[in-house]
């Protein structure tokens, strides 16, 4: 491989870099391939990753228009449509559910409701609370890992038992709990966005410890680092080592457990809407649909069980995915 | 004789050894460097040997102040910097500088080759006359590098090239003097002679001061002006780096001369054979043993070398130069240094185990 100009007195490069080159005859500027170039090269490889990342991307689109490719492809989705429901059984006449061209995913038994929409609809409030809850536990694990890793000491050992305290938590029971004294109004909040707010909190405020403990590990490994020394050896200050030494190094591994951590938030989010503790009605949610359905409407119509639990089930695989092929991408030695 | 520009004292770290988390007991401590003494004059290189673990990296680090000695005095160009704050020491850190051993973990991977030359500027806040980048680019060009690879990572360079890269940054500020701690212990073989030419020539073209701590006794030889021998926390041996290789006066140095490689295949086998293998292994730094801390190995030791420590000092003796000075009751004399005297040595050497048994 040549490197342009090579005027090194003997120093007989073998270059480390990988075999993609730029094309003969491009001297002028040398332009470095960041880390980031390399891990999006071997991204791009990664197929089943990146199918992940597709449906991720589709999966955000649809949550963002939804209002859009409802009004296209379906109907408002409190929108009842009992002319479309036997009324003797309580299910959707027809095939499926009631699947035609006019509801992709049929009706919803007793109101008519169109479950194409409610499941659009729903992936905002899943992903919505996911992403935020995950943003806040991001937050938080890194700054507690980073100050573990980096000051240690006491300072370690005391957030280190805070978060076997935040992992040992009842929270199931807590949420349960807390639902029943949560009041209608609070910090200016009402209805729908309070339960969003609360959910947000649960969700975010607890797993922060599994982020905080990779980055506390993370932060460990990388003082040592002789970059680090050196950067000391300089005069360089604590703030400055932290923001432009360690940090650099952290974005990976914070972005790998972040993708990872949205769909366990997913999931977790299901649950406490299926529990009753997520998002009253009528404001569609997967875990309440699936609530629902679970009351005995599965026998006569498994099709209003089957689409959320599809939507959950792609939703969480795709992330997971997706976070898999990335950590394989940004951190090849981590297997 | 000149003023040193770098004088340690009596220095001394030792690292505590803990239990518990919160209610930490000291239950002892390695003492990594035990009570050294050294001085290196402006424009000279002091070489710093010893085995792994004999605390001359330790010392590297105590004398950029890295980490707070536990007792004695760093004195850097007239001004004491044993105990002074991180913030005072910072003007001073562009006098100062150091090379790491490791060229693979001593640059940050995820910064370039620029943001990596350019940090003194940034950290210390110093405004180049040609722009930073310029600077940087006549930096890589001073260690033989192409100030095309301003914008390069340093995966994308080879063990050689990172280790110039960190030759340019210790440079930028234009230290007085470089704290090179095994500057070329990681590198290939052909290229630790470049590396170790590199700074030869850098030494001349900016009047540099060096200590170099190394390992390899043949790099020390080709770039020392003087050279220390330690041993378990100490110094055991000072001398210009002719007398220390041609008249060495510890026995440990012996046994360490004796131990370098011979590149010749025809003399190999003799060498092998003429080798003073030591016995066990280093005493712990934990607790060493009393008097002279070699004695344990040592195959010239008798009572008074556990019962008194030996000072460091120019023995009486018609053969030694000034300045080279020894800590030992019993300095190798020129009839050990013959080929019969060295065989005797080997035997003894070998022997010192079976004593104790």
């Not at chain 2, 001073?142 to 990572?153: A, F, I, Q, T």
């Not at chain 2, 330690?230 to 026995?251: C, F, T, W």
């Not at chain 2, 300045?323 to 020129?334: D, L, M, Q, S």
Request: glycine share 10%; with cysteine.
């Amino acid at each position: 491989m040549v490197i342009g100009p090579e005027p090194v007195a003997g120093d007989t490069t073998t270059l480390v870099a990988e075999e993609t080159t730029a094309p003969p005859g491009a001297a002028k500027a040398i332009e470095g391939r960041s880390l980031w170039r390399i891990a999006w090269i071997r991204l791009k490889r990664d197929k089943i990753a990146l199918a992940g990342g597709v449906v991720v991307i589709f999966l955000i689109l649809g949550a963002v228009f939804a209002p859009f490719i409802v009004a296209l492809l379906g109907h408002p989705p409190n929108e009842f449509h009992q002319n479309l429901i036997d009324i003797n059984l309580g299910t959707p006449i027809g095939k499926f559910g009631g699947i035609s061209k006019d509801f992709l995913f049929g009706l919803e038994p007793g109101s008519g409701r169109d479950l194409f929409s409610r499941i659009v609809y729903g992936s905002r409030i899943s992903l919505l609370i996911a992403f935020l809850a995950t943003a806040m536990s991001m937050v938080i694990g890194t700054v507690m890992g980073v100050i573990s890793g980096y000051f240690g000491g006491w300072i370690d050992a005391f957030i280190g038992r805070l978060m076997d305290v935040f992992l040992a938590f009842p929270l199931l029971l807590f949420s349960l709990a807390l639902v029943g004294v949560i009041p209608d109004r609070a910090f200016g909040l009402s209805g729908v966005s309070l339960r969003i707010a609360m959910l947000v909190f649960i969700i975010g405020f607890f797993s922060w410890p599994y982020i905080g403990r990779i980055i506390r590990g993370q932060t460990l490994s990388l003082r040592e680092r002789e970059f680090v020394d050196a950067a000391r050896s300089l005069g360089a200050r604590g703030p400055y080592i932290v923001v432009r030494e360690l940090l650099p190094n952290l974005v990976a591994p914070i972005l790998i457990y972040t993708t990872l951590l949205i769909p366990t938030n997913i999931l977790f989010e299901a649950a406490l809407s299926f529990l009753g503790v997520g998002i009253p009605a009528p404001t569609a949610s997967w875990g309440a649909m699936l609530t629902e359905a679970s009351h005995g409407l599965y026998q006569v119509d498994p099709f209003y069980m089957i689409f959320p639990g599809l939507a959950i089930f792609v939703t969480v695989l795709a992330f997971n995915l997706f976070g898999d092929g990335l950590r394989d991408a940004l951190d090849p030695r981590a297997r | 004789m000149t003023e040193n520009l770098l004088e340690v004292t009596g220095l001394e770290k030792h690292f505590p050894i803990t239990r518990g988390i919160i209610f930490r007991r000291k239950i002892g401590a390695v003492r990594a460097v035990d009570g050294i003494d050294l001085a290196v004059q402006p424009g000279e290189t002091l070489g710093l040997v010893g085995e792994s673990g004999c605390g001359k990296t330790t010392t590297g680090r105590l004398v950029t102040r890295l980490i707070e000695p536990t007792a004695g005095r760093v004195v850097f160009d007239g001004r004491d910097i044993t105990h002074v704050s991180a913030g005072r020491m910072r003007p001073m850190r562009r006098e100062i500088q150091m090379i790491f051993q490791d060229p693979y973990s001593s640059l940050n991977p995820r910064h370039t080759v620029g943001a990596i030359v350019g940090a003194p500027f940034r950290v210390q806040n110093i405004k180049t006359p040609q722009g930073r980048k310029k600077a940087v680019q006549e930096l890589l060009e001073l260690v033989g590098l192409s100030p095309e690879h301003y914008n390069r990572y340093p995966h994308e360079f080879s063990g050689g090239q990172r280790q110039r890269i960190g030759i340019a940054r210790a440079l930028a500020l234009r230290p007085k003097m470089v704290v090179a701690d095994e500057p070329v212990s990681a590198l290939d073989v052909s290229i630790q002679a470049q590396v170790v030419n590199l700074l030869d020539d850098l030494q001349k073209e900016l009047g540099l001061t060096y200590l170099v701590i190394a390992h390899d006794l043949s790099v020390v030889r080709h770039i020392s002006d003087r050279v220390a021998v330690m041993y378990l926390g100490k110094i055991v041996e000072v001398a210009p780096r002719d007398d220390l290789y041609s008249r060495p006066l510890h026995p440990y140095t012996l046994a360490l001369l004796s131990a370098v490689p011979v590149p010749d295949p025809a003399r190999r086998d003799a060498a092998q054979r003429e080798r003073i293998l030591l016995v066990g292994d280093v005493p712990s730094p934990i607790d060493p043993p009393s008097g002279c801390r070699f004695r344990t190995r040592c195959w010239k030791a008798q009572e008074i070398c556990a019962q008194q420590e030996p000072p460091l000092e120019t023995p009486a003796l018609d053969e030694v130069t000034a300045g080279h000075r020894v800590a030992c009751h019993f300095p190798i004399t020129p009839e050990e240094r013959t080929g019969r005297g060295a065989q005797q040595a080997r035997e003894a050497a070998a022997a010192v185990g079976e004593a104790d048994d």
